[in-house]
Nanobody
């Protein structure tokens, strides 16, 4: 089993920055791809970013490309999402997820999920 715990969410003004962290335990974290997704009220959960096991390959949704950066520290079992130039449309619950095959954009390819952390961007 894998446990994923997100942290770092909060309230920020438009144009500001936040860094989300996801701590993993219970499995060989460094062998697997990780993804970040988000879900706004009344909307589907959507792909934000993904990173392969080594950190050498990353992928981003068009809506966040150039503003968000995904990274990982395999020695610490952590994955990060640095979010800059935040917009009110970025307001959502952000989830990290682990894929034993990934990285993928489809949430159905992810096997384990965290509980989510709220990000609210005020205008």
């Amino acid at each position: 089993q894998v446990q994923l715990v997100e942290s770092g969410g909060g309230l920020v003004q438009a144009g500001g920055s936040l860094r989300l962290s996801c701590a993993a335990s219970g499995r060989t974290f460094s062998s697997y791809a990780m993804g970040w997704f988000r879900q706004a009220p009344g909307k589907e959960r959507e792909f934000v970013a993904a990173i392969n096991w080594s950190g050498g390959t990353t992928d981003y949704a068009d809506s966040v490309k150039g503003r968000f950066t995904v990274s990982r520290d395999n020695a610490k079992n952590l994955v990060y999402l640095q979010m800059n130039s935040l917009k009110p449309d970025d307001t959502a619950v952000y989830y990290c997820a682990l894929s034993v095959r990934g990285p993928f954009r489809s949430k159905s390819e992810y096997n384990y999920w965290g509980q989510g952390t709220q990000v609210t961007v005020s205008s």
